[in-house]
């Protein structure tokens, strides 16, 4: 069973920084592109970024891009987002979501976990 | 970027009717990379189809997706009190993936 357990949220003042981690089993992760998706809190999905299997392709939104960045260990079964200059309209649930194969421009987003919760507010 | 749009944004009916939900692309979506999700509150979203028509494992047959192009279609035949939920359209068919702005299905 595919299991993606997301960590590392909190409440973390304007212009700091954080760093998600989600650790992933129940299938091979390095064959396998990467999402995270954000949701605001009364709102809807929001893709944040993507990375493909070996880190070669990385995608990022326009709102995220240049703060935030996606990363992988397939050694460790682990996805990451280092998120900087972190502003209140980040405040949203972060989920780790897994496609259906190896390239995240060209799939389909098959699994999620449940989420952490990132407050950006002083 | 490609734009989705969805349609209503809310739609109310009762137990038993069909509920029609309609997604519009920006730009031409590649079929293959269309897909619908569910999503009820404090859940994950929980995907129903995919390619467009396909129905993803476990999904009960009154769910069908339809359309090709820019326009796409979320059927569900008769609809059963666990279906009244968030409904959102999503492509990964181009490096900028994105999400439509979610349907709300309520009961009357």
């Known amino acids: 069973e595919v299991q993606l357990v997301e960590s590392g949220g909190g409440l973390v003042q304007p212009g700091r920084s954080l760093r998600l981690s989600c650790a992933a089993s129940g299938f091979i992760f390095d064959d396998y592109a990467m999402h995270w998706v954000r949701q605001a809190p009364g709102k809807g999905l929001e893709w944040v970024s993507s990375i493909n299997w070996d880190s070669g392709s990385i995608g990022y939104a326009a709102s995220v891009k240049g703060r935030f960045t996606i990363s992988r260990d397939n050694a460790k079964d682990s996805l990451y987002l280092q998120m900087n200059f972190l502003r209140p309209e980040d405040t949203a649930l972060y989920y780790c979501a897994k496609a259906d194969n190896w390239n995240y421009a060209a799939s389909t987003t098959v699994n999620w976990g449940q989420g952490t919760l990132v407050t950006v507010s002083s | 970027e490609i734009v989705l749009t969805q349609s209503p944004g809310t739609l109310s009916l009762s137990p038993g009717e069909r509920a029609t939900l309609s997604c519009r692309a920006s730009q031409s979506v590649t079929s293959d990379y269309l897909a619908w999700y569910q999503q009820k509150p404090g859940q994950a979203p929980r995907l129903l189809i995919y390619?467009?028509?396909s129905r993803a494992t476990g999904i009960p047959d009154r769910f069908s997706g339809s359309g090709s192009g820019t326009d796409f279609t979320l059927t569900i035949s008769r609809l059963e009190p666990e279906d009244f939920a968030v409904y959102y359209c999503h492509q990964c068919g181009s490096s900028q993936i994105t999400f439509g702005q979610g349907t709300r299905l309520e009961i009357k």
């Open positions: 390619g467009a028509s």
